[in-house]
T-cell receptor, first 109, second 115 residues
Framework: KNEVEQSPQNLTAQEGEFITINCSYSVGISALHWLQQHPGGGIVSLFMLSSGKKKHGRLIATINIQEKHSSLHITASHPRDSAVYICAVEPGTASKLTFGTGTRLQVTL | GAGVSQSPSNKVTEKGKDVELRCDPISGHTALYWYRQSLGQGLEFLIYFQGNSAPDKSGLPSDRFSAERTGGSVSTLTIQRTQQEDSAVYLC?????????????FGPGTRLTVT
């Protein structure tokens, strides 16, 4: 079993829909990262959080440390949101990231 | 300011040859990470440098892989006697320092193809 599990693996949504991507992990962590990777593109950090909730524009990330679970929400989705979204954790006091397998999101018109 | 840069962007090499991949972190960032993204396998950690501390090499897949970081800035990842399974995108990231509350900034990656 992977230390970081994401669901769903693939997601297709229509423009304007509310999207949720889930991440569960099995190790103690100091922080959790949400990353975005466009096709053929580099990786961009969206959020880093160790508790509670963060919001940036149409993106919201939450984490529940007790349940070892995080969610990434996208409100009013747009085709430009189409990308792979990757959850990654920093275990304990180590800074190196352990990655989930990613969620491939496609938003259609 | 400039982000993390990596060179070359693409590298094709023959099996058995050595390759060097370069990473220029964001100026002033003390932490530097190397990751690998293999087709169909996702991202995995390779090695991590923090300031003058000994690097964390726990993710290197074999002794054919090594990395250096000179002067606390530029880093080189070297793969000796390349094998086809080394084909992947090699990503470098940097952060202001390690630990809590520091995002990692990723470079564009080097796509390595071993023929």
């Amino acid at each position: 079993k992977n230390e970081v599990e994401q669901s769903p693996q693939n997601l297709t949504a229509q423009e304007g829909e509310f999207i949720t991507i889930n991440c569960s992990y099995s190790v103690g962590i100091s922080a959790l990262h949400w990353l975005q990777q466009h096709p053929g593109g580099g990786i961009v950090s969206l959020f880093m959080l160790s508790s509670g909730k963060k919001k940036h524009g149409r993106l919201i990330a939450t984490i529940n440390i007790q349940e070892k679970h995080s969610s990434l929400h996208i409100t009013a989705s747009h085709p430009r949101d189409s990308a792979v979204y990757i959850c990654a954790v920093e275990p304990g006091t180590a800074s190196k990231l352990t990655f989930g397998t990613g969620t491939r999101l496609q938003v259609t018109l | 300011g400039a982000g993390v840069s990596q060179s070359p962007s693409n590298k094709v090499t023959e099996k058995g040859k050595d390759v060097e991949l370069r990473c220029d972190p964001i100026s002033g960032h003390t932490a530097l990470y190397w990751y690998r993204q293999s087709l169909g396998q996702g991202l995995e950690f390779l090695i991590y440098f923090q300031g003058n501390s000994a690097p964390d090499k726990s993710g290197l897949p074999s002794d054919r892989f090594s990395a250096e970081r000179t002067g606390g800035s530029v880093s080189t990842l070297t793969i000796q006697r390349t094998q086809q399974e080394d084909s992947a995108v090699y990503l470098c990231a940097s952060s202001p320092q390690s630990g809590l509350n520091y995002e990692q900034y990723f470079g564009p990656g080097t796509r390595l193809t071993v023929t």
